[in-house]
């Protein structure tokens, strides 16, 4: 398995970054447009975090912060945002052939994890791996 993936196929996804916290923020909306392909991508997050807090009683907007970012009609609106971490949170919960790829990807650097936390060594030889293959050219 590929561990790079294509994020969003050159999808249009608004993002902010927080320069105290130093991270990103994306749109969710966005990125679940871009996952889905749904006509309506603001009635599919607000159906989804109906369907998850039901599911598994996790209220998904408590992990969202709302940013004001440039809307397709020019003006700044509020907008659910997710860093990194809550963001794959989210795509875990998008039932679409499109999010597999993120929901491998996860699953993949979750074992590697947790194999590093057993073995420390493991996480030095693929730490000295990627560095390398920074050099090669």
């Given amino acids: ?3 790079n993936i294509k994020l969003f196929e050159s999808k249009k ?13 994306f749109s969710v909306v966005d990125v679940i447009e871009a996952l889905t392909d749904s006509a309506n991508p603001r009635d599919y997050w607000f159906k989804m975090k109906k369907r998850v807090v039901l599911e598994d009683g996790i209220e998904l907007s408590t992990i969202c912060r709302q940013l004001k970012l440039l809307a397709p009609d020019g003006k700044m609106r509020q907008t659910d945002c997710a860093d990194v971490q809550s963001l794959f949170r989210i795509i875990q919960s998008i039932p679409s052939p499109k999010a597999e790829p993120f929901k491998q990807w996860l699953a993949k650097v979750g074992y590697e994890r947790v194999q590093e936390i057993q073995d420390p060594s493991q996480g030095l030889d693929r730490a000295r791996e990627n560095w390398r293959k920074l050099f090669v050219t």
């Fill in 1 to 3: 398995m590929d561990s």
């Fill in 13 to 25: 996804i608004r993002t902010y970054w927080d320069e105290a916290e130093e991270k990103w923020y």
